[in-house]
Structures are given as C-alpha cells and as structure tokens.
C-alpha cells in the first residue's frame, strides 16, 4: 500500500507570499492532520480535516488554512508569509482520526 | 506544565543494552499514547501504539503505560546504532467530536554508541 505522500518537497519563498502545499493521504484514510515542525518549537497540530471538514484547529492564525476534497486529499495554505513560516510541514493521515496517525514525508518551507 | 514532556536531555547507551525512554503527560483523560522515530532530515515513523496500562512488546520494542501516574515509556532491548534518532512521545485525549488531535512532546535523541 501507498504511503502519504506530500508535494512538493522542498519550496522557497520571499516574505509576504502565499504558499500551498498538498497531501494525498494512504489510500482508505478519510483524516488527514497537518503539523508544522521547528526546531524551536517542535511538533505543532495545525488542523484535521475529515470528510472534507475541519474537525480540529490549533493555534496558528487565520493565514493558515486548510482543505479536504472528496478524494480525502488536502491541501493547506499559508498566505502572507513571514520568515517565521519556515519550517518542515507534515501532513499524517489515519482511518477516522481517532486511530494511528502516519506521516508523510513532508514539505520543507523556507521563507527568505 | 507543558501537556507532554520527554527528556529533552540527549542519551547515549551502548550497543547491545537497554535504552529507556520516557515521557508523562498532564491530562488524565488520554485515551491513547505513541511513540514515533524521527531520523534526522526524515519524518517521523510510527513505532509503537499502547492504549491499555501494562506493558505491550513489538519485538526489540516495549511500550509501558501507567495512566495513574500519567506516565508512558519505551523501552528499546539490544539497542542497534540504526536506533540512533529522536524519538517523539505522542498523546490523543479522550475521543470526543473535536479531541482527535495528537499533542507531541519535544523528543529524546538517542545515540547508540558501538
């Protein structure tokens, strides 16, 4: 079986852009979680989605948002980049969200 | 109190002993607990899952849960250097509409010393 997979791989971007990112989560998966990694922070929940809604959100402002088409695949967007954006963007996918969780291989964001 | 802590102090354990990781975890109503390996440059890789107290074996792997202590660890039998990575504690609370995130901790980098 397919993994998650995450396009693209490695962007950059100048401050003040906006930035989307997509996910295609294992094939029979209907949730898919984002999370953004930095060393300083480490791992931070983004949101969740499920059958095309938003079920959870953490604590990013509003420039951060998400999607989910039928497909279950995602995207997440970032508009107005700063360069506090840069990090490593994960998204995991699961059954129903409630069960293991399995990353992809992620998006390596840096804002210049 | 952060709501998942590891020891963010790097262990090294010699080859061939016994590596033991450990995490705990501030909200009683956790329903689920995970360990993830995280090589460096890579994404972090699912290990061990544990739901139940007691003790739970994949192998080399042990996940040990004590909910009352609120306390989840994993222990890594005849440690390898292909164990050498980080290794991220992760927490689910109770499994209601809108708790369905993961909480992770800072992680522990672990170094297998030949």
């Known amino acids: 079986k397919a993994g998650v997979t995450q396009t693209p791989r490695y962007l950059i971007k100048t401050r003040g852009q906006q930035v989307t990112l997509s996910c295609s989560p294992i094939?029979?998966?209907?949730?898919v979680s984002w999370y953004q990694q930095t060393p300083g922070q480490g791992l931070q929940f983004l949101f969740e989605?499920?059958?095309?809604?938003?079920?959870n959100k953490g604590n990013f402002p509003g420039r951060f948002s998400g999607r989910q088409f039928s497909n279950s695949r995602s995207e997440m967007n970032v508009s107005t980049l700063e360069l506090g954006d840069s990090a490593l963007y994960l998204c995991?996918?699961?059954?129903?969200?409630?069960?293991?969780?399995?990353f992809g291989p992620g998006t390596r964001l840096t804002v210049t | 109190q952060k709501e998942v802590e590891q020891n963010s102090r790097p262990l090294s354990v010699p080859e061939g002993a016994i590596a033991s990781l450990n995490c705990t975890y501030s909200?009683?109503?956790?329903?689920?607990f995970f360990w993830y390996r995280q090589y460096s440059g890579k994404s972090p890789e699912l290990i061990m899952s544990?739901?139940?107290?007691g003790d739970k074996e994949d192998g080399r792997f042990t996940a040990q849960l004590n909910k009352a202590s609120q306390y989840v660890s994993l222990l890594i039998r005849d440690s390898q250097p292909s164990d050498s990575a980080t290794y991220l504690c992760?927490?689910?609370?109770?499994?209601?509409?809108?708790?369905?995130?993961?909480?992770f901790g800072t992680g522990t980098r672990l170094t297998i010393i030949p």
């Open positions: 995991a996918s699961s059954l129903a969200g409630a069960g293991e969780q399995y």
């Open positions: 094939s029979g998966h209907r949730s």
């Open positions: 989605y499920f059958s095309e809604t938003q079920r």
């Open positions: 909200d009683r109503g956790s329903q689920s």
């Open positions: 544990i739901y139940s107290n």
């Open positions: 992760a927490v689910r609370g109770f499994p209601n509409f809108g708790n369905e995130k993961l909480t």
